[in-house]
């Protein structure tokens, strides 16, 4: 029998939770059946994620984006109730992992992009080492990269930059991490890659020369959770399934 806590332990050595100052918790938000048969993997813990879960049977529910944020009130009330109550009723585990999953030099989401988009990382820098640099295998123009982010992604990215110019050292953090492009900026890149992009971005990329790509939250940030999922399933012989929400942002 492979028990919650055998998950729970797994996850944050593998992840090296306590090494980070994070926002968020990082290990089990809501407590269910004790022992684990079957995973659902998903970016964040919407309702529509819950509900998978429900349908699917699953005894853990283990995202990204967890239900509790410092930011947010703490009272469980409106749609947080909605997401706890039916996790509650059908006693599914919810786990979630933020940063050191962003940061995991494997599974990690930065690592995983940088797999699927087939480049080089040189290596991780800035805060909690969230930040990689590193190479494309090869030169290309900024509308190249972004075509092929685009049938990646199956998103259409937002870049600022000129299309046509030619592209080859890259910096990136998947997510809402454009608040390092200035950080980026002062490493030294031809292009920074997040998940979002501010009103300042726009600015700082058109008076610095660097490009910056907006490729989605959600969409640069499948695949981390789903390589947990699949590690964890290796690891424990138990069964796993990710869900995709198509969520545009």
Request: proline letters at 3%.
């Amino acid at each position: 029998m492979i028990t919650r806590q055998t998950i729970l332990d797994w996850c944050s050595q593998t992840l090296q939770t306590a090494l980070f100052q994070d926002y968020a918790p990082n290990g089990l938000q809501v407590e269910g059946r004790n022992e684990i048969r079957k995973v659902v993997t998903a970016v964040t813990a919407s309702l529509a994620a819950v509900n998978y879960a429900v349908e699917q049977g699953a005894d853990m529910l283990l995202v990204h984006h967890g239900l509790f944020w410092k930011s947010e009130p703490v009272t469980i009330t409106g749609w947080k109730k909605a997401r706890i109550a039916t996790l509650l009723k059908n006693e599914i585990n919810m786990a979630g992992y933020h940063l050191p999953l962003d940061a995991h030099p494997i599974l990690g989401n930065n690592a995983q992009l940088a797999k699927l988009m087939n480049w080089e990382t040189e290596k991780q820098f800035g805060e909690q080492n969230l930040l990689n640099s590193g190479r494309l295998k090869q030169p290309q123009t900024l509308d190249e990269l972004c075509r092929q982010l685009q049938q990646n992604l199956g998103r259409a990215p937002i870049a600022v930059g000129q299309g046509n110019r030619m592209v080859e050292r890259i910096i990136w953090c998947t997510g809402g991490a454009q608040g390092f492009f200035q950080t980026a900026i002062d490493e030294g890149t031809d292009v920074y890659l997040t998940g979002e992009i501010s009103e300042a971005q726009f600015h700082l990329a058109n008076e610095t020369d660097t490009a910056f790509i907006s490729a989605g939250h959600h969409a640069t940030e499948r695949y981390g959770i789903r390589a947990l999922g699949d590690a964890l399933a290796a690891q424990f012989n138990i069964a796993n399934v990710f869900f995709d929400e198509q969520n545009p942002a």
